[in-house]
């Protein structure tokens, strides 16, 4: 079993920054892919950005230029720094791990954007 710990999230005036983090249990990134997902509500959630164990990333089209995902292994933790923040990036951002034990969550971490 592997836990996800986010951390990072808060209030923020639009054109603002945030970092967010996810800590791993364990070390588990060698052979995973990670990433990020939110959910606003009454939405579905959506990709944000992933990164793969050999350091490939992608990112959603509405966050392209702004975001960056990045990972520490020896630190088991993975981030992402968020930058130009708008209203529209209002949501609960979750992070999450495919690998092959299964894929995990963590319990979220809340972004506000204020206009």
């Known amino acids: 079993q592997v836990q996800l710990v986010e951390s990072g999230g808060g209030l923020v005036q639009a054109g603002g920054s945030l970092r967010l983090s996810c800590a791993a249990s364990r070390s588990i990134f060698s052979g995973n892919v990670v990433g990020w997902y939110r959910q606003a509500p009454g939405r579905q959630r959506s990709l944000v950005a992933l990164?793969?164990?050999?350091?490939?990333?992608n990112y959603a089209t509405s966050v392209k230029g702004r975001f960056t995902i990045s990972r520490d292994n020896a630190k088991n933790t993975v981030y992402l720094q968020m930058n130009s923040l708008k209203p529209e990036d209002t949501a609960v951002y979750y992070c999450?791990?495919?690998?092959?034990?299964?894929?995990?969550w963590g319990q979220g971490t809340q972004v506000t954007v204020s206009s």
């Open positions: 990164v793969t164990s050999g350091g490939l990333v």
């Open positions: 999450n791990l495919v690998g092959g034990s299964g894929t995990y």
